[in-house]
């Protein structure tokens, strides 16, 4: 949807953001992501990647979902039962 804007200016960012807010979305900027995404990675428990690996197999595998995984840093996956 939105292309190559997604590491675009900040004026063009700011039009994105009122896009995706209209819509029912926040889409945050990357630098507040990426700060937010090591200060999680750096409280994380031990075993925590082996229970996320372990859930993502089980999600994958699920015969009453499609899983989508975004092909982004977050980690976000999108699953829907068919």
Same mark, same amino acid.
């Given at each position: 949807? =939105?292309?190559?804007?997604?590491?675009?200016? %900040? %004026?063009?960012?700011? $039009?994105?953001? $009122?896009?995706?807010? +209209?819509?029912? =979305?926040?889409?945050?900027?990357?630098?507040?992501?990426? +700060?937010?995404?090591?200060?999680?990675? &750096?409280?994380?428990?031990?075993?925590?990647?082996?229970? *996320?690996? +372990?859930? *993502?197999?089980? @999600?994958?595998?699920?015969?009453? @979902? *499609? *899983?989508?995984?975004?092909?982004? &840093?977050?980690? @976000?996956?999108?699953? +829907?039962?068919?």
């Amino acid at each position: 949807m =939105f292309g190559d804007n997604a590491h675009a200016a %900040p %004026p063009a960012w700011a $039009a994105i953001q $009122a896009r995706t807010a +209209a819509l029912g =979305f926040d889409m945050p900027s990357e630098a507040n992501t990426g +700060a937010l995404l090591r200060l999680l990675a &750096a409280s994380r428990p031990e075993g925590h990647q082996a229970r *996320v690996d +372990a859930l *993502v197999e089980r @999600l994958d595998n699920h015969s009453d @979902l *499609v *899983v989508t995984r975004l092909a982004w &840093a977050s980690g @976000l996956i999108i699953a +829907a039962r068919r």
